[in-house]
């Protein structure tokens, strides 16, 4: 008995002792996880595919430089002359811009094109693991909702950068090369080549649609900063309008605007006070017609705001300006407010009497905030730009009145109403058509639309005049009308990767 | 062996070992990461980051070794020569491939290498004379180490790398580098030109840099080895040692060495040398030495800049005057035979002793008094020539009494 004894309490002993040993000594890392559960792929969407608020907001600071709405002038100050290695390669279209960039040491998105892939990635893995997780179904199909809704929208980005426009004439966009399309997180020796501009159309349209009722159903509780069911609308509104479906795209500004018709009314936002800084208004958290609180902050083109002593090395064109019918002069009517909340400003001579736009920043709440997204104002003029080609397709005059409508109530919430009230706009025939243009380069403008909006009115002819040194004498750069640099090179660091990646002419 | 007495020792010596690593970093499950704020500030949620993707199938690293020896001793041990050899041969061996862009990631690991290490060492010594007066003692040691990767993966596709001997490729031994090819100077200007190929005849350019430059030979010696030798007469004794490698290639120093390919400037030294440079027209029959650069107008970007040369790679220009330090007008042949030491010593007989006195020696020595280079060096001392700094010469005379 004895023994039994003493080798029941040694084995109780041995067991009990390995039990603890073993938990105590259990390896456990501090601050890496093994993502179990549906809410873990949140979080990684929250960190690897949204980039509010991430170490790198913003994806193409620089494409705004190459569109009409900015202008250089010449500054000999060597502040001025580092600027202008910066951003040569965009503002005159350079084929090696990127590598420019690179070589300027420039603190802007030079890897656009890793960094979208980047994105993607965080969303093909959401998307490859999201079935093997722990949780409600409800929130599963929110995450795979949010993946698809983002990875449609990175891809949309993507092709329209460098990709031939979808409704370029004499491109085939079934063979014209889009961009590479990665769906699965698995890496693998092959090289993968580009598809067609259609191709990743395609891809984008299938991506949205299916992410359409999924947000529907389970995406309520979304903030502005998640993908949302109208974040999916919006972008199907945008991609059918590129696309030139104009029955579509009017659809989708539709089903949104019944579910979020809110416009932010200038008028009642304080006049900015401060001199320099733009007002914040429709991208601060509160906004009232913020879709998509999406991405870069108030640090795109710092640099051109921390300008040297003298004339602005880049500045708003004239030509945008004089789009504004904006007179602050007269204080109680200024007329179109967006020339000034829009903006940031600055004196040009520092005696404090020219006082000039130097770039657009459509500031957010809190310094940290993103200043670039979706909102519903874009939607009114989706659905006014669908409506008047038809009107001016079949002369249907119910669409003219229509559009009319809609741009009257946006430009109704932009102008100096306290003591002016507004007057409609009331115009008909192609007439219509520009006026509807200018009014979406008046509001959209500076939030990464401008670029895309002149690739699909036909690629119209660009002039930049630069100079850079005092011996130089200014030189006029032509983007000409439907120019191969209305795509983007696919930078070098890409290519030199991948072999069978075909650059672009 | 006992009959025998002209091997009187003879020892062998081998072992085996296999071993395997796994990689540690990298599993089956996908792995994340909690940031250093695990709250996003703008959007106030949660976040985590990924920190390796699932790789199902990962295999150990293994690694196989063999060591070998063997002493031989020779008519009681008056000849000695041992020699040892170890192999090491890892196999699977996980290596980071890049991957193109739009992976989203910059490499995964792949099981994609073998790695060889090998060397040996041998060392012989003997006593050739022995006399009452005369004792001459003779040894040399040897050595080789190399090691080689064998995987398809493309370890580079940077020239640098491949001038400075970090480029892999089959059927090229290790440490073997490649410049560009010289085509002498331009005679309008005193710019080095080069045999570039076109874009057609290097249509691989951008991932392998061999398709552009020039194979140069390899950086590591064929041979190298260290000699000693001592010879006694009776109260004198002569010592030397030397150290020689032969075979070998090596790039001389850097001669246009400023950022951006600028001109040298006027704080810079420049070689004795670069007074023989171009000049005017008709230089370039004499010299190969390229000469001052202007800097030129890039209406690219709007700069001032050096010289450059188009690669075979679209958007690619380099500097022409730091082509011209790695290419093959540079090369030399690195062989050498260096005199480390030489020291002549006269011990005062014992019986000359007087009193307290127990030892009495004279020694009178020079070290690194010559050494003999390829002509290609231009007399100039070799380890100034490849960019380092010289061995001083230093002569001493020790006199050493001991009581």
């Not at chain 1, 921390?306 to 204080?331: A, E, I, M, N």
């Not at chain 2, 041992?82 to 061996?93: A, F, L, N, Q």
């Not at chain 2, 570039?196 to 590591?220: H, S, V």
């Amino acid at each position: 008995m004895n023994k039994i004894y003493s080798i029941t309490i040694g084995l109780a002993i041995c067991l009990g002792l390995s039990g603890c040993t073993k938990h105590f000594l259990d390896e456990k890392s501090q601050d890496e996880v093994r993502p179990s559960t549906v809410n873990d792929l949140q979080e990684l969407l929250m960190g690897e595919v949204y980039p509010a608020g991430s170490t790198e907001p913003s994806f193409i600071a620089y494409v705004d430089l190459m569109t009409d709405d900015m202008t250089s002038n010449f500054n000999s100050d060597p502040g001025a002359q580092s600027l202008y290695k910066v951003y040569v390669g965009p503002f005159t279209w350079q084929p090696n811009m990127f590598e420019t960039m690179l070589a300027a040491q420039a603190q802007v998105d030079v890897d656009t094109y890793a960094h979208y892939y980047r994105r993607i990635m965080g969303c093909n893995v959401v998307l490859d693991n999201i079935d093997k997780m722990r949780g409600d179904s409800a929130d599963r199909e929110n995450v795979r909702g949010q993946a698809l809704a983002m990875r449609g929208y990175f891809y949309f980005m993507l092709v329209n950068l460098f990709g031939q426009p979808y409704n370029a004439k004499g491109v085939d966009i079934n063979t014209s090369p889009g961009v590479e399309l990665i769906l699965s997180s698995v890496v693998h020796d092959s090289y993968p080549t580009r598809a067609s501009v259609a191709g990743v159309y395609q891809q984008v349209e299938t991506d949205l649609l299916k992410a359409t009722p999924l947000l529907e159903q389970y995406g309520g509780n979304n903030s502005k900063f998640r993908a949302t069911d109208m974040f999916a609308y919006t972008l199907l509104s945008r991609m059918y309008l590129y696309m030139e479906k104009w029955d579509s795209a009017a659809l989708f500004a539709s089903k949104a605007l019944d579910r979020n018709s809110a416009l932010v009314n200038l008028a009642s936002i304080a006049f900015p006070d401060e001199y320099s800084i733009a007002a914040t208004g429709v991208y601060s958290i509160n906004s009232p017609e913020a879709i998509w609180l999406g991405y870069a902050d108030q640090y795109e083109y710092k640099q051109i705001n921390l300008r040297p002593y003298g004339p602005v090395p880049f500045c708003v064109s004239q030509d945008l300006q004089s789009k504004y019918d904006y007179h602050p002069s007269t204080s109680s009517d200024r007329g179109d407010l967006r020339m000034r909340y829009f903006y940031t400003w600055d004196f040009e001579d520092y005696n404090w009497t020219i006082f000039i736009p130097l770039n657009g920043c459509k500031l957010a709440s809190s310094n940290s905030g993103v200043i670039k997204g979706m909102r519903t104002a874009e939607l009114y003029l989706n659905r006014a730009e669908s409506n008047i080609q038809q009107y001016l397709k079949d002369g249907d005059d119910a669409k003219r009145v229509a559009a009319l409508t809609d741009l009257n109530y946006l430009r109704s919430h932009r102008y100096d109403t306290r003591n002016t009230p507004y007057i409609n706009v009331d115009t008909s025939g192609p007439g219509l058509l520009d006026f509807c243009r200018d009014e979406r380069r008046r509001e959209l403008s500076f939030e990464d639309h401008r670029w895309f909006d002149l690739r699909r009115y036909g690629m119209p002819e660009i002039h930049h005049t630069f100079q850079s040194s005092a011996s130089q004498t200014p030189v006029d750069f032509v983007l000409h009308q439907g120019d191969k640099r209305y795509v983007l090179p696919i930078p070098l660091s890409a290519l030199e990767r991948d072999p069978s990646l075909a650059p672009n002419p | 062996m006992a009959s025998q007495n002209w091997v009187s020792e003879l020892n062998l010596r081998a072992s085996y070992g296999w071993q395997g690593n796994v990689a540690e970093n990298f599993g089956p499950d996908l792995i994340a990461q909690l940031p250093a704020s695990a709250v996003n500030n703008t959007t106030g949620e949660f976040e985590l980051k990924i920190k390796s993707l699932p790789y199902a199938d990962l295999r150990w690293e293994k690694t196989k070794t063999l060591n070998l020896g063997l002493d031989f001793g020779f008519a009681k041990n008056r000849f000695i020569m041992s020699v040892e050899y170890y192999h090491k041969r890892t196999e699977d061996m996980i290596i980071y491939k890049p991957l193109p862009v739009s992976y989203g990631i910059d490499n995964m690991p792949v099981n994609g290498g073998t790695m060889l290490n090998q060397g040996y060492e041998l060392s012989l010594s003997g006593t050739l004379v022995r006399t009452k007066d005369v004792v001459w003692n003779l040894s040399l040691n040897t050595s080789r180490n190399t090691n080689s990767l064998n995987t398809d993966v493309a370890t580079t596709s940077v020239w640098q790398d491949a001038a400075a001997g970090k480029l892999y490729k089959k059927g090229y031994a290790v440490s073997s580098f490649w410049v560009f090819p010289f085509a002498g100077l331009d005679p309008t200007n005193g710019y080095p030109l080069f045999h570039i190929p076109t874009k057609d005849e290097a249509p691989n350019a951008a991932q392998d840099p061999t398709q552009y430059m020039k194979y140069a030979g390899r950086l590591e010696p064929d041979f190298q080895a260290g000699i000693t030798t001592s010879i006694r007469y009776k109260w004198f004794s002569l010592m030397s040692a030397f150290t020689t490698e032969l075979g070998g290639k090596k790039l001389l120093y850097k001669m246009f060495n400023q950022p951006n390919g600028a001109l040298p400037s006027a704080y810079s030294n420049m070689p004795k040398e670069f007074a023989n440079r171009w000049k005017n027209p008709g230089d370039e029959k004499r010299t190969n030495i390229p000469g001052i650069p202007s800097l030129v107008y890039n209406p690219a970007d709007n700069n001032y800049d050096a010289p450059t040369i188009q690669l075979p790679i679209a958007l690619t220009y380099e500097y022409a005057y730091d082509m011209y330090n790695y290419s093959d007008s540079r090369v030399v042949g690195a062989s050498f035979l260096r005199c480390n030491n030489i020291s002549l010593s006269y011990n005062v007989p014992e019986k000359m002793l007087r009193g307290a006195l127990r030892n009495v020696s004279l020694t009178a020595s020079v070290s690194n008094p010559f050494v003999i280079v390829s002509k290609d060096f231009k007399g100039m001392d070799p380890e100034v020539a490849t960019g380092g700094q010289p061995i001083p010469r230093v002569y001493s005379a020790i006199l050493n009494v001991s009581f």
